[in-house]
């Protein structure tokens, strides 16, 4: 495991994550999955966040309401007055980021820019409420990641896009390719389009760099066994109970 550069990474051994808060009863990215994950002894929380047509930030995946809401539409062509009516699963309103912020301070967030009118929001509401230490901010989008950087600077604890992962696998081959300076972590999944991203190789080069490793989405006891085995630095998952008693029995749950 590689010694933290920011203090976010802190955390005494390789860090569980809470997906969208776990997936209990279907209520992903609610204060509800967040509050019982927190129940169970989680810290560091994973959640995306999109803009509304009036600028309010939401932590919420998808870009419309569609999909695990009783409400419809794409969320940046809404008022935030019609998509606090929302309920996922019939049940439970999307929060707004800051309100989470304020609901869990001793909680620390990775947070997934799903849409560029979300960076600069995203960023204000870091600044504002001083929390340069409980957020770390990531995208699928390197720009906009890099984006985020610039705007913020060297407080704001960043991850790598896919250029930037791919940058890295590259290098992980000897390949000399440009990969950004200043990020903190690489968050990948296992494997992407049945090629394998995190390996030994992999982890040696990010953590050669200064760089955690992060990997999305794990939900079975085996794989988060050998990916801890290899050497990586945190792991996400929808199956919050499955991954604490993994950590457990390692002797890695804090």
């Known amino acids: 495991m590689t010694h933290p550069r920011h203090p976010y990474l802190d955390h005494p051994g390789p860090i569980p994550f809470a997906h969208r808060g776990g997936t209990a009863d279907g209520l992903e990215n609610t204060a509800a999955a967040f509050r019982r994950a927190d129940s169970l002894g989680y810290r560091y929380f994973e959640t995306d966040v999109h803009t509304t047509a009036d600028g309010r930030l ?10 695990v809401t ?31 912020l304020d609901e869990f301070p001793d909680a620390r ?37 890099a984006a985020a950087a610039r705007l913020a600077g060297p407080r704001l604890a960043t991850s790598y896009g896919v250029r930037g992962v791919l940058g890295l696998r590259l290098r992980s081959y000897g390949v000399p390719f440009p990969v950004r300076t200043g990020a903190v972590s690489a968050q990948v999944p296992e494997a992407q389009s049945g090629i394998p991203v995190v390996d030994g190789r992999f982890v040696r080069t990010a953590h050669a760099r200064g760089l955690q490793v992060h990997v999305w989405t794990v939900n079975e006891a085996d794989r988060m066994e050998a990916l801890l085995d290899l050497g990586v630095d945190g792991i996400m998952t929808d199956q919050l109970e499955t991954l604490r008693a993994v950590f457990t029995a390692r002797g890695a749950w804090h």
């Open 58 to 67: 939401v932590a919420f995946h998808d870009t419309t309401l569609d999909r």
């Open 70 to 100: 009783d409400g419809h539409g794409r969320i940046a062509d809404l008022p935030w007055d019609e998509v606090r009516q929302a309920r996922v699963a019939g049940k439970e309103p999307l929060p707004l980021f800051a309100d989470l």
């Open 109 to 145: 967030w990775n947070v997934d820019i799903k849409a560029a009118p979300a960076l600069v929001p995203l960023v204000d509401l870091i600044r504002r409420t001083g929390s340069w230490d409980r957020v770390c901010v990531g995208s699928f989008s390197e720009r906009r990641v």
